[in-house]
């Protein structure tokens, strides 16, 4: 699912990015470049009479410019992508009253991405402001963080047993939260209205809690079992979620309240705004 990192936003435009950990760089989306300094409506077309009017930066794009795998509406797609040196360079062939602006921008997402990997706790600071500014709270901040925590020891167990895809830790994720949730990651997400957002960042406290327990079970019950390949894992991750739903039912029974919700936090509507008017 895509997150924060997979995205970063220059004047209200989205720019898909990825970071590779190996050459530590970052790959930003060419298309989602030319729309966010054209604003043009059809920007694979724009890039497409780019590179034949200007031969030599079509030569330097089909050289330099790699097909990597990017998020693309919650999948993996191969996307035509540029590193700064190669993003730069196509900036020079675009008319636009943009390019120096957004230059400075492309420079500091860089950078802030090697500073994060110098110290982590930069990147942890940065997520908590931007939840501060999206109106959450502290404690939901904290337990949030502290989710966070139990998926990443979650996914390096698994790292650790040699699963690399992002489509493996996709399918292990759903398997665990359709046991506790009774929902599917989508499923989910379309409940609380969502398209593109990270599902964890709209969930209540309770939610987070029961996901952060369906994870940490299954991680636990993995390295009891040693579990080492997809369907091993998949197994731990029924058990461990397993655990979290019947927690779940019997809070639910007890409280009559139920766990799951289409709460988000979604800003309001522009209709419903002019409703409430």
């Known amino acids: 699912m895509e997150n924060r990192k997979d995205l970063a936003v220059f004047e ?35 890039l497409k009479k780019l590179r034949k009017r200007d031969i030599e930066l079509g030569s330097y794009i089909g050289t330099n410019c790699p097909q990597v795998e990017m998020l693309t509406k919650g999948k993996k ?23 120096e602006p957004f230059k400075q921008w492309l ?14 706790e930069i990147s942890l600071d940065r997520a ?4 501060k500014k999206h109106g959450r709270s502290e404690k939901w901040i904290q337990i949030r963080m ?22 493996d830790f996709a399918f292990l994720t759903n398997i665990i939260h359709q046991e506790w949730a009774g929902l599917t ?15 964890r960042d709209h969930m209540n406290e309770a939610e987070l809690i029961f996901t952060a327990l369906a994870e940490l079970s299954t ?19 029924k058990k461990g979620g397993r655990i979290a739903k019947n927690a779940r039912k019997e809070l639910e029974a007890k409280t009559g309240t139920s766990i799951v919700t289409g709460e988000n936090f979604l800003p309001p509507s522009k209709l419903k705004k002019k409703l409430d008017k």
């Not at 040196?85 to 943009?98: M, V």
């Open 12 to 46: 209200n435009k989205q720019v898909r990015r990825t970071f590779d950990e190996t050459t530590e760089t970052w790959y930003f989306s060419v298309v989602d470049i030319i729309e966010a300094l054209t604003d043009s409506v059809n920007p694979t077309d724009y």
């Open 77 to 99: 797609r191969k996307t035509l992508a540029g590193n700064v040196k190669d993003i730069f360079r196509i900036i020079q062939s675009i008319p636009s009253p943009k390019a």
């Open 107 to 120: 420079a500091k997402v860089g950078y802030e991405r090697i500073q994060e990997m110098n110290d982590p």
């Open 128 to 131: 908590r402001e931007n939840w």
């Open 146 to 167: 502290s989710g966070q925590e139990t998926r990443n020891k979650l996914t390096d167990y698994w790292k650790d047993a040699g699963i690399k895809e992002s489509s």
């Open 185 to 199: 990651v989508v499923q989910h997400k379309e409940l609380k209205g969502l398209k593109s957002q990270n599902l």
């Open 219 to 237: 991680r636990q019950i993995a390295a009891a079992e040693k579990a080492k390949t997809i369907n091993e894992n998949a197994n731990a991750g």
